[in-house]
């Protein structure tokens, strides 16, 4: 059974700091590994998706990182802001467009 | 472009009574799912479909119907709604797979069954 961890479950970090969040999955036959943005209340806004073939993929201040072999991702935040507070969560596609969801890292960016 | 439009966004179901959960997507995508959100546990598959005319079960199936009688539309059906069916209900579609495209989702259907 695929599994997706993602580690910490919550951050708390002052404004302009550089952060690192954390996906770890089971099954390394991916097709794509996306990182979502949720508010609070709110749906799934896509920010990053890196293909299997991919290392990295990269967005303004959001870098994010794949290694298939040893089913990990990371998603990397630059200079972090109020704005940017929000869970996060990290989907792996498997095949017949299946997600499996890791259970979010909700980041908290004081002023 | 609306993207992928779920309604209703709130919906309060006694338990025993049924109901549908629409979602449309007007971006000619194949494939189209739904989720469920509960907290600490992620998002879990409940029904997903490829194309018009075929639909298969997810990770969490029992209690929910679907059909995919077009592209664009992808309803869920609770049959006999229980507490246990309480939870925020995503539907996402996107692309053939093989294009390797994002998916979308859409804003959620926030269900309470008392």
């Known amino acids: 059974k695929q599994e997706v961890t993602q580690i910490p479950a919550a951050l708390s970090v002052p404004e302009g700091e550089n952060l690192v969040l954390n996906c770890s999955f089971t099954?390394?036959?991916?097709?794509?590994l996306q990182w979502f943005r949720q508010d609070p209340g709110k749906g799934l806004t896509s920010l990053l998706l890196?293909?299997?073939?991919?290392r990295e993929q990269t967005s303004g201040r959001l870098n994010a990182s794949l290694d298939k072999s040893s089913g990990r991702s990371t998603l990397y935040i630059a200079a972090s802001q109020p704005g940017d507070s929000a869970t996060y969560l990290c989907?792996?596609?498997?095949?017949?467009?299946?997600?499996?969801f890791g259970s979010g890292t909700k980041l908290n960016v004081k002023p | 472009n609306a993207g992928v439009t779920q309604t209703p966004k709130f919906q309060v179901l006694k338990t025993g009574q049924s109901m549908t959960l629409q979602c449309a997507q007007d971006?000619?995508?194949?494939?189209m799912s739904w989720y469920r959100q509960d907290p600490g546990m992620g998002l879990r598959l409940i029904h997903y479909?490829?194309?018009?005319?075929?639909?298969d079960q997810g990770e969490v199936p029992n209690g929910y119907n679907v059909s995919r009688s077009t592209t664009e539309d992808f309803p869920l059906r609770l049959l006999s709604a229980a507490p246990s069916q309480t939870s925020v209900y995503f539907c996402?579609?996107?692309?053939?797979?093989?294009?390797?495209?994002?998916?979308?989702f859409g804003q959620g259907t926030r269900l309470t069954v008392v």
């Open positions: 989907a792996v596609l498997y095949n017949f467009n299946k997600f499996y």
């Open positions: 099954d390394s036959a991916i097709y794509n």
């Open positions: 479909s490829v194309g018009a005319g075929i639909t």
């Open positions: 890196i293909q299997s073939s991919q």
């Open positions: 996402a579609s996107s692309f053939s797979q093989t294009m390797n495209t994002e998916a979308f």
């Open positions: 971006m000619n995508h194949e494939y």
